[in-house]
């Protein structure tokens, strides 16, 4: 059973357009969401993350919408470039432990 | 800082055979991780250690894999014996802080067992 979803497994945007990424998760007690960022032959690398007290974090062209109440939560990607082309990897933690990812949303940002 | 570095970058193997990936974390991290990474599945942990101390050893990939920390500077992870089915890429992560805010990966190891 997957705990945390990512609903698609790929997402095509033209540049210029915003890049939606969804993500879900079971467990209630999770409180520390994350992004990472993934470029091919790379390790994965920290985008930008939220806690639950939040419902919104905002880094540069990147922002996070949570809700709690329906343990789901979404990172935007403003104005989309071919170099945001990327896997983007939502993941979720409770009181610190272990991260638990989802499958991954493969991101191409066509010109 | 050198970032986390793991060896080989790629490994091919033959069914059954032992193959050892190694792994040095960034130096001062505390905590270590074993990733699998594939399509279908995306990171499936398999192991994680903090302070050297196993924490997690990934239930269902007990049975073939051992990882090891023989020091704060480096872990292996042992698959014997390797079946087709192993084949996916392998990431070592580590993280400074007791709260894992943040994981800092390796570039991996792409195995192919034949």
């Known amino acids: 059973q997957q705990q945390v979803r990512q609903s698609s497994q790929s997402l095509t945007v033209w540049e210029g357009e915003t890049a939606i990424l969804n993500c879900s998760y079971e467990?209630?007690?999770?409180?520390?969401f994350p992004w990472y960022q993934q470029f091919p032959g790379e390790g994965p690398a920290l985008l930008i993350a939220i806690r639950s007290v939040s419902d919104k974090k905002e880094d540069g062209r990147f922002t996070i919408f949570f809700n709690k109440r329906e343990k789901n939560l979404s990172l935007h990607i403003k104005d989309s470039q071919p170099g945001d082309s990327a896997t983007y990897f939502c993941?979720?933690?409770?009181?610190?432990?272990?991260?638990?990812f989802g499958t991954g949303t493969s991101l191409l940002v066509d010109p | 800082d050198a970032g986390v570095t793991q060896t080989p970058r790629h490994e091919v193997a033959e069914k059954g055979q032992t193959i050892i990936l190694k792994c040095e974390p960034v130096s001062g991290h505390n905590d270590l991780f074993w990733y699998r990474q594939t399509k279908i599945q995306g990171l499936e942990l398999l192991s994680y250690f903090r302070s050297k101390s196993l924490m997690e050893d990934g239930g269902a990939f007990k049975d073939r894999f051992k990882a090891e920390m023989l020091n704060s500077s480096f872990s292996t992870l042992k698959i014997q014996p390797t079946e087709p089915k192993d084949s996916a890429v392998y990431l070592c992560?580590?993280?400074?802080?007791?709260?894992?805010?943040?994981?800092?990966f390796g570039h991996g190891t792409k195995l192919s067992v034949l």
């Open positions: 992560a580590s993280s400074s802080d007791t709260s894992n805010e943040r994981l800092f």
């Open positions: 467990n209630s007690a999770f409180d520390y």
């Open positions: 993941a979720a933690s409770n009181m610190g432990y272990k991260l638990t």
